[in-house]
């Protein structure tokens, strides 16, 4: 299976909003969107966890 399941969390805040699926084989880097925080109640920036 080349799709993954990785969880996104908010850099203000530490924590883990969106999970998500990425090809490995196409994207060896982390992801790093800028998606809504609810508890932070902006958009921030979100990174792939381990």
């Known amino acids: 299976m080349a799709q993954d399941l990785i969880t ?3 850099t ?3 924590r883990e ?3 998500t ?3 490995k084989k196409n994207v060896t880097q982390r992801l790093e969107r ?3 925080c609810r508890w932070c109640r902006t958009h ?3 990174k792939e966890t381990k």
């Open 12 to 14: 203000e805040c530490q």
């Open 21 to 23: 699926s990425k090809n």
């Open 34 to 36: 800028k998606k809504y």
């Open 44 to 46: 921030t920036t979100h």
């Open 8 to 10: 996104l969390a908010c």
């Open 17 to 19: 909003n969106y999970h």
